[in-house]
């Protein structure tokens, strides 16, 4: 009687591992702690050109978590480097709509856009980035080299202020606001921006050149 109680009790206790490992693995947790390991592997392939293979490992990911917005977003990666644009751009807005208000995802968007030479719609993504984050540094500085490109350089140098303003060590950010006042004729105003570039950064080869330039216009 005592062994057939030993072996009942042995039959239940298995009978619960099977039931606790079952429910372990169709759990939710547990395809999201796949998706994830899958994800990480992907993005290793990715970094290393592999973009193909990359994209066969984020589709696993989101096919066990698809309510991961990172995985939209390095799909979008994957596909536009593989040359599939429209379906990069696809993945990044499905990104953005799992994220709303994410600006970092928004800024993927401004970039690819940028990249494939809609600097219309790029600027309308990174203003909307620096509508979330104001001090996005990255979507300022983007941002800057638009409207510099299409000769604004009004509000152009209104963006580099901002970046000086928050992150007074920015050489790159005091050149561009040299450069911005160098053409709206505010000579002695870009001067100083170019010297405090290099004030910063003393091997700031473009500031040097531009301090030369100006030296002749004010002469």
Known sequence: MKREHIILGILILAGLALIAGFIYITSPSYEHRQAEKIFQHALSILESGDYFEAEIKIRQAIELAPEDARYHAAMGKALEKEGFYQGAKRALEQAVRLAPG????????????????????????????????????????????????????AEAAQIFERITAKYPTEAEAYNNLGFCYFNLERFPEARDMFEKALEINP?????KKSIQIIEQELK
């Open 102 to 153: 994410n600006p970092e995802y928004i800024f993927e968007i401004g970039r690819f856009e940028q990249r494939n030479g809609k600097e219309d719609m790029a600027m309308e993504a990174f203003e909307e980035v620096i509508g979330i984050d104001p001090y996005h540094i990255l979507a300022l500085y983007q941002l800057g080299a638009i409207y510099a490109k299409q000769g604004r350089y």
């Open 203 to 207: 091997d700031f080869i473009d500031a």
